[in-house]
């Protein structure tokens, strides 16, 4: 097939993607998490950055695509990779978040994990607004305060993609091109994932925050096809040449 055609006759960064605007965006998420997890480590960064940012539907259709794709299933692909697990809580939302960001027992960092991850965006909206009226603090920097690793990092995560989601993808596609020497794997899958959603949005973020177009960085740090690849993925605005 087209995708095979593909693996065997390109290489490097533009194979892979080429081969990544080959597949429906929940088989590439279901991609992108196998690698993440089955290479030689796991990439918890990868994680992360699905999980956190995916609507309940699109992680629906994830898990489909995951099993048809790879005959494993991705909760128990998870489970055997990271430590943690997911409980659902139906009471004293804001109360049980305050008491989360007042104590660390592994008790709290369950209920915490479970309303960041069982609410939908319009609840933990008002769920962050209410636990800053109540406690006059950010919830970001509870967080950031109360515990730290990769926990930390992926509660960060959901609160920053409730509050917007495009600003998060700028922040991690800036960091990915000038924090860490262009790190390929996390500017393709962003670029890719995105491309169809809001990447209109997310390259607005990008200069409004950082100066510098999206457009105008990828083409200082990539080469040859593969950066004509991320370009026209990206889509720049004259202003951005």
Request: proline share 2%; charged share 25%.
């Amino acid at each position: 097939d087209l995708i095979t055609d593909l693996k065997e006759q390109l290489s490097s960064h533009f194979k892979e993607v080429m081969v990544g605007l080959m597949y429906p965006p929940p088989s590439y998420d279901a991609h992108e998490l196998w690698h993440a997890m089955k290479g030689a480590g796991t990439d918890e960064n990868c994680l992360i950055e699905i999980l956190a940012s995916r609507t309940n539907g699109e992680i629906f259709q994830m898990r489909e695509a995951y099993c048809l794709q790879y005959n494993n299933n991705l909760q128990e692909d998870i489970y055997s990779e990271t430590s943690g697990h997911f409980r659902d809580t139906l009471m004293n939302l804001v109360q049980v978040l305050w008491e989360a960001c007042q104590q660390k027992t592994g008790e709290h960092k369950t209920m915490l994990q479970m309303i960041l991850c069982n609410k939908s965006y319009p609840q933990l909206w008002l769920v962050f607004q209410e636990f800053q009226n109540i406690s006059g603090q950010d919830l970001v920097n509870a967080i950031n305060d109360c515990y730290d690793g990769y926990f930390q990092e992926l509660l960060v995560a959901i609160v920053r993609c409730v509050q917007d989601k495009a600003t998060y993808f700028a922040y991690k596609l800036y960091r990915a091109i000038h924090d860490f020497g262009f790190h390929n794997k996390t500017v393709i899958r962003i670029l890719i994932a995105r491309s169809e959603i809001d990447l209109m949005t997310i390259r607005k973020r990008y200069k409004e925050g950082f100066g510098k177009s999206l457009f105008h960085d990828i083409k200082n740090f990539a080469s040859g096809h593969y950066e004509k690849a991320l370009l026209a993925i990206c889509a720049g605005d004259v202003e951005d040449y």
